[in-house]
């Protein structure tokens, strides 16, 4: 059975830094993409950042509004994603969730799919 | 970035109910479009991914269709376990843009 879960969420200063932890079971981590999400409150679903497996190097894509301040890195040994956040703001208050990505190749193009999710680590981003 | 509008935001239906939820894209994005459905306090959940095909597990009462900037999610028979909401994705980069959600109420 796949598992997925967040941990590492809390309160936050403005400025500060945090590292989210996504520790995943039931799968070969390794062959996957790892992705993270997040939903502020009374809004959306908003795609944060993704990184790929070492098969393409490890590569990272983030969102506009979190380039340059968060980074995505992996643990194949362990089985765990982690998102660091630096100079958090209050917008970045949210819901955070980690996801398996599955990869599609379809007519020279890549696609992304994201079929297993955690329950999301909430993080507050307040003075 | 493409952008992604659904409609309605909000939806009000009764078990046993047809619902369709509708979502646009500002530019094609041929059938690269899946469907997630969010409850509080869970994890999303994976429900039609290229447009039209059902994730494992998920109930045949659930469908997908579309193409090109035009896709649909249809719920053929409402049931008490799918009042949530509902949130289209477009799959490529950049952005893997979400739609703003469709919130489906019990009437």
């Known amino acids: 059975e796949v598992q997925v879960v967040e941990s590492g969420g809390g309160v936050v200063q403005p400025g500060r830094s945090l590292r989210l932890s996504c520790e995943t079971s039931g799968f070969t981590f390794g062959d996957y993409a790892m992705s993270w999400f997040r939903q502020a409150p009374g809004k959306g679903l908003e795609w944060v950042g993704l990184?790929?497996?070492?098969?393409?190097?490890?590569?990272?894509e983030y969102a506009a509004s979190v380039k340059g301040r968060f980074s995505i890195s992996r643990e194949d040994s362990k089985s765990i994603a982690y998102l660091q956040m630096s100079s958090l703001k209050k917008e970045d208050t949210a819901v955070y969730f980690c996801?398996?990505?599955?990869?599609?190749?379809?007519?020279?193009?890549?696609?992304?799919?994201?079929?297993?999710w955690g329950q999301g680590a909430r993080v507050t981003v307040s003075s | 970035d493409i952008q992604m509008t659904q409609s309605p935001s909000t939806l009000s239906a009764s078990v046993g109910d047809r619902v369709t939820i509708t979502c646009r894209a500002s530019q094609s994005i041929t059938t690269w479009l899946a469907w997630y459905q969010l409850k509080p306090g869970a994890a999303p959940k994976l429900l039609i991914y290229k447009a039209s095909s059902l994730e494992d597990g998920v109930p045949s009462r659930f469908s997908g269709r579309g193409s090109g900037t035009e896709f649909t999610l249809t719920i053929s028979s409402l049931q008490p376990d799918d009042y949530a909401t509902y949130y289209c994705q477009h799959n490529r980069f950049p952005g893997l843009t979400f739609g703003p959600g469709t919130k489906v109420t019990i009437k």
């Open positions: 990184i790929r497996s070492n098969a393409y190097n490890g590569a990272t």
């Open positions: 996801s398996r990505a599955y990869v599609v190749f379809w007519l020279g193009e890549f696609g992304y799919y994201f079929d297993f």
